[in-house]
């Protein structure tokens, strides 16, 4: 039965028109309601960037999206360029372009790119004739694959509680729909009621097939969310340790070239690239791309590909048993395979000023913390850090909050920071920098309120009003796990390949009669990749290059072995 047909007044999913030209956009959507919305919600929007909006606030609220239809010809964004984007939000939703004559052959070329199901040339009238049968087959579709309603997860916390923080930073990271509700609001007392809770003790969440979990643990949340959290097998050729850019990319090339991979992630794949807002210098996205959608990406080809990936497991040992590498998990339990590839990046380091420590989560942020972003809607903004993560976040901040200031140690960001990114923060008005400054103190009862600024020059110090602080500082390697099993040097970081080697000579203990291979480690078969790689490059397409490269070596010791 066609939508039209239904009588239910309860919607089963969203069909979305884009359109910069409103009479276009309106006559769009009045169609469209015409016919379909007794069953399904009909959104428009007047701007492709206002529709990834959207878009992400359904995705987040856990609607479905059933069919998206955008003119080609938008300002800033033409249709196709953001139909590509929606792709990663709503990769299920069936995509039309609305063209005219002139543009039908880059309708044509859509299809390759967007995977586009269907253009339709304007006008469209009469819809009975031209726009109405081709809606109804892809509506017929895309019910018909294999698209599952997904109930959003419900949390329910206080604003200002760092635990709180923490879940809905997970939830999102690991791009898990879910719903807050403010422990003062009506909703959430509810909620609360219907838990049987008292609220003394939150975050409460509340899971798809609702089952409430008080202030859980990440593993525990992950299990319940539907986040592989256990191997399938005991033995593999390759377990990645490590789920950033170097341990992606290092699972997409290990499954897709036929190895058994797993790749074990301590919270959230990404790492510290898949908390950027935007990044703009990666080959391939000459529009930029956000970490988040990069990430997703690149979790979706490995998983393709039949790599394994387990979420909210962490890593606590790795031992040698032979030709088998062991890998132990903090619960006890372990996994074995032929190669390890360690691809645990890095860390930002904590701020040892007074206050930081207890208002952490409460106004100070470790990393962007974007699903605070839209919270610091005309408020003052201090980020710590002179280096990419830092400008890309002051960049996207500096969109919501009414000043943005970085406080950079030294004299300028020409040390760290990518010269396209200096000039964008010089060209946004509410953007400045405060070289030659550190935080002396954090100050606030609840949350942030004030910060205590000092400048390593002169030793003035100055206190400031602010609400929110994020912090990018350091790269401490998240290394020390393996103790002294495999060679580090004197901060931690991971020495491999020529590193190894003194006066030509393999490292104390090689029994093998070949030296290292470029990104192996002291230990034969266990290789490094990425940020904890001792003198690495720090930046995404180096470590997903180098994650590729491992694979390639492993390969090599595995034929040798």
């Known amino acids: 039965m066609s939508p039209s047909g239904s009588s239910s007044k309860s919607t089963v999913g969203v069909i979305m028109t884009v359109d910069d030209d409103p009479g276009v956009s309106r ?27 959207a878009l992400r606030e359904l995705k987040l609220r856990g609607d479905l999206v059933a069919v998206i239809l955008a003119d080609y010809r938008m300002p800033q964004m033409n249709g196709i360029e953001f139909l590509e984007q929606a792709l990663d939000v709503y990769p299920g939703a069936r995509r039309v372009l609305l063209t005219a004559y002139a543009d039908t052959n880059a309708a044509i070329d859509a299809i390759n790119v967007v995977d586009l199901d269907h253009y339709l040339l304007k006008p469209w009238d009469p819809p009975e004739e031209k726009l109405y049968p081709v809606l109804d087959d892809l509506l017929d579709a895309w019910r018909a694959s294999d698209y599952k309603p997904v109930p959003a997860t419900k949390v329910v916390g206080h604003r200002w509680s760092a635990r709180s923080s923490d879940v809905r930073e997970f939830l999102a990271r690991n791009q898990v729909p879910y719903r807050w509700y403010s422990v003062d609001e009506p909703e959430g007392q509810r909620l609360l009621a219907a838990a049987e809770a008292d609220g003394a003790r939150l975050p409460l969440v509340i899971t798809p097939d609702g089952t409430p979990l008080v202030e859980p643990e990440a593993p525990e949340l992950a299990a319940h969310v539907g986040l592989a959290t256990t191997p399938t097998a005991d033995f593999y050729d390759l377990v990645v340790i490590g789920g950033g850019p170097a341990g992606l990319g290092s699972a997409v090339y290990g499954a897709s070239e036929g190895l058994r991979t797993v790749l074990v992630e301590r919270s959230a794949t990404g790492g510290q690239a898949g908390q950027s807002s935007r990044i703009e210098n990666y080959l391939g996205f000459p529009d930029g791309v956000s970490g988040a959608q990069l990430t997703d990406r690149a979790r979706r080809q490995a998983a393709k590909f039949g790599a394994e990936i387990l979420t909210a497991r962490e890593v606590t040992g790795l031992e040698i048993n032979g030709a088998a590498r062991v890998v132990r998990f903090a619960d006890g339990s372990a996994v074995a395979a032929h190669s390890v590839i360690l691809a645990t990046g890095v860390q930002y380091r904590q701020l040892e000023a007074e206050g930081c420590i207890d208002l952490t989560g409460c106004g100070v942020f470790y990393g962007s913390a974007l699903t605070e972003a839209t919270s610091c809607q005309g408020q003052d903004v201090y980020i710590v ?21 970085l406080l950079v140690r030294g004299a300028d960001l020409s040390a760290s920071m990518s010269y396209y990114l200096i000039q964008q923060i010089n060209e946004a008005p509410n953007i400045a920098v405060r070289s030659h400054t550190v935080v002396d103190a954090a100050h606030g009862v609840e949350r942030l309120e004030q910060l205590t600024l000092r400048h390593v020059q002169s030793g003035d110090r100055e206190q400031v009003d602010a609400q929110w602080m994020f912090v990018f500082i350091g790269a ?25 080697t003194v006066d030509g000579r393999p490292p104390a203990g090689w029994e093998l009669d070949r030296p290292p291979y470029h990104l192996e480690t002291s230990i034969p078969g266990v290789f490094v990749a990425g940020d904890a790689r001792a003198e690495s490059a720090k930046r995404v397409a180096s470590a997903v290059g180098e994650g590729a490269m491992a694979v390639m070596l492993v390969h090599r010791y595995l034929e040798q072995s």
């Open 476 to 500: 401490a390697p998240l290394t020390d796990w393996l103790g002294d099993t495999v060679l580090r040097d004197e901060r931690g970081f991971i020495l491999a390949g020529p590193d190894l």
């Open 385 to 405: 850090g002179g280096a990419n993560s830092a400008g890309q976040a002051a960049m996207y901040l500096s969109r919501f909050a009414k000043s943005v200031t």
């Open 27 to 53: 006559a769009v959507a009045r169609d469209l309601r015409r016919r379909y919305g007794a069953s399904y919600r009909i959104v428009r929007a007047e701007s492709g960037d206002s529709a990834l909006e």
